[in-house]
């Protein structure tokens, strides 16, 4: 079973800062990495895909990069509304599908 | 506009079982995979079971395996998760969601939750 593990745990920044969030798996997963983002409350959203590819409707700030067995979420400017826990999920070797424990982004 | 609602979700015994039904509608059903996936209260993701457009395969996690079996109707646009033998730690909020590549879950429900005391 492949391992994916994200961080900070917690990453507190102001609005408009860069936001950095990491994932590493434990072994190589390719670029068969997604992001999600899951609002207080709310059932998860798919953000990036494939390591660096977009989902219909998510704004440009958000990217997504690496292969192998790190990758990166980066939120270019942070907003009020980025407020949420992120996870990382491979889908290179399976079953299992796996996520990774999550980020959560606080604003300070 | 995709949608998926969730039902079944509940109070059960130890030992007991529970069957979730997830409705879609605002895609074409039968031709996507289909997952359920849990999260426990306060805690991550974890994915249960996925299954084939036509219902002919099906992956299971090993925390749910010989005890969970997940099925659908391609008639009635409707995804099932039939639970026995459950346990406490199967306590969890059970999204379903739509795979869009084999893996990656492009809609979501808003769950259903079950909890086992």
């Known amino acids: 079973e492949i391992v994916l593990t994200q961080s900070p745990v917690t990453l507190s920044l102001s609005p408009g800062e860069r936001a950095t969030l990491s994932c590493r798996a434990s072994q190589s997963v390719s670029s068969y990495l997604a992001w999600y983002q899951q609002k207080p409350g709310q059932a998860p959203r798919l953000l990036i895909y494939?390591?660096?590819n977009r989902a219909t409707g998510i704004p440009a700030r958000f990217s997504g990069s690496g292969s192998g067995t790190d990758f990166t979420l980066t939120i270019s400017s942070l907003e009020p509304e980025d407020v949420a826990v992120y996870y990382c999920q491979q889908r290179n070797n399976w079953p299992p599908l796996t996520f990774g424990g999550g980020t959560k982004v606080e604003i300070k | 506009e995709v949608q998926l609602l969730e039902s079944g979700g509940g109070l059960v015994q130890p030992g007991g079982s529970l069957r979730l039904s997830c409705a879609a509608s605002g895609f074409t059903f039968s031709s996507y995979v289909m997952s359920w996936v849990r999260q426990a209260p306060g805690k991550g993701l974890e994915w249960v079971s996925s299954i084939s457009g036509s219902g002919h395969d099906t992956f299971d996690a090993d925390s749910v395996k010989g005890r969970f079996t997940i099925s659908r109707d391609n008639s009635k646009n409707t995804l099932y998760l039939q639970m026995n033998s459950l346990r406490a730690e199967d306590t969890a909020l059970y999204f379903c969601?739509?795979?869009?590549?084999?893996?990656?879950?492009?809609?979501w429900g808003q769950g259903t939750l079950v909890t086992v005391s």
């Open positions: 494939d390591a660096s």
């Open positions: 969601a739509k795979d869009r590549l084999g893996g990656v879950f492009d809609d």
